[in-house]
Nanobody, 123 residues
Framework: HVQLVESGGGSVQAGGSLRLSCTAS????????LAWFRQEPGKGREAVATIGEDGNTYYTDDSMKGRFNISRDAQTNTVYLQMDSLKPEDTAMYHC?????????????????WGQGTQVTVS
């Protein structure tokens, strides 16, 4: 039974940084694509970044690629999202997700396991 638990969210001022963590239990992380999604109040959940079994990373747009960094630690089954130069529009609930199928995707339907989320508020 796979479980994902996020942590590291909080309230910061614009320009600040946060590092989100997502620890997985119940499987070996090497066999999954891991992703971060975010959801603003009243809006749909959108992809932020993914990292594959091979360590390749993908970001949904260039503004995130320049400010966010996704990484993973296979030994601790943890995926991270380092967020720098935060903006008020980054305010959202951030969720991590896991996908067992080969390859990564930005589609929500591609992920079968989700964490409960951690709130990020930028003022």
């Amino acid at each position: 039974h796979v479980q994902l638990v996020e942590s590291g969210g909080g309230s910061v001022q614009a320009g600040g940084s946060l590092r989100l963590s997502c620890t997985a239990s119940g499987y070996t992380s090497d066999h999954y694509c891991l992703a971060w999604f975010r959801q603003e109040p009243g809006k749909g959940r959108e992809a932020v970044a993914t990292i594959g079994e091979d360590g390749n990373t993908y970001y949904t747009d260039d503004s995130m690629k320049g400010r966010f960094n996704i990484s993973r630690d296979a030994q601790t089954n943890t995926v991270y999202l380092q967020m720098d130069s935060l903006k008020p529009e980054d305010t959202a609930m951030y969720h991590c997700a896991a996908r067992r199928e080969s390859g990564c995707t930005f589609r929500l339907q591609g992920y079968s396991v989700w964490g409960q989320g951690t709130q990020v508020t930028v003022s």
